[in-house]
Structures are given as C-alpha cells and as structure tokens.
Nanobody, 121 residues
Framework: HVQLVESGGGSVQMGGSLRLSCVVSGIADSRYCMGWFRRAPGKEREKVANVDIEGRSRYSDSVKGRFTVSRGSAWNTLSLEMTSLKPEDTATYYC????????????????WGQGTQVTVS
C-alpha cells in the first residue's frame, strides 16, 4: 500500500518561510520522479517543483528563486523550502510521485498525498 504523507504546512506572514516534507512508504524502487504541487482556491492544481530520477530539479516560474526542492538522504523523502512567501502562494500543497521520468501532465502522476495547507497573509 503506497502512501505519501505531507507535513509542515501552516500560516505565515508575507515574506516568511516554511518547509514542507513528504515521506513515501510502500515503494521499494528508488527510480521515482517526485514533486510538489498546489491548488489554490478556485484554481486547478499546478506543478510547483519536481525532482527527476537523475536528481535534476525543475520549478514553475512563479516560485523560481524562492522555493527549493530536494530529496533527503533517503530517496523516499522530499522537501520544499519556501522563502519570501507571498499571499498568492496560499494553497493546499500536495506531494506526488510516479515511476521513472517526470511526466508533463499532472494526471500522469500515479501517487498523491492528502495535502497540507499553506496560508500566507
């Protein structure tokens, strides 16, 4: 049974920082693309950042330079360091994973966490 569990969300003032974490269990293969996504109220889910199986990270333009995605020493952990937060970063943040290479479409991610709320005021 595969599970992705996010943690670290909360409320912060504009300009502040938060660190999100995701732990994956139930997968033995390390060759997984993992990423962070978010859904703001009234909007569709969008990609924030991901890390492919070679360890390369990619970011959406809206967070580039402010957010940093990284895998932990264990391949099944993923973090998102968020700095200089803006009110428009307010959303539910989700961790997603898919075997092999990172797909272009969000719907091609196989596994999803339940999400963690980030509110910036």
């Amino acid at each position: 049974h595969v599970q992705l569990v996010e943690s670290g969300g909360g409320s912060v003032q504009m300009g502040g920082s938060l660190r999100l974490s995701c732990v994956v269990s139930g997968i033995a293969d390390s060759r997984y693309c993992m990423g962070w996504f978010r859904r703001a109220p009234g909007k569709e889910r969008e990609k924030v950042a991901n890390v492919d199986i070679e360890g390369r990270s990619r970011y959406s333009d809206s967070v580039k330079g402010r957010f940093t995605v990284s895998r932990g020493s264990a391949w099944n952990t993923l973090s998102l360091e968020m700095t200089s937060l803006k009110p428009e970063d307010t959303a539910t943040y989700y961790c997603g994973a898919v075997q092999a290479y990172c797909p272009y479409k969000l719907r091609d991610y196989t596994y999803w966490g339940q999400g963690t709320q980030v509110t910036v005021s």
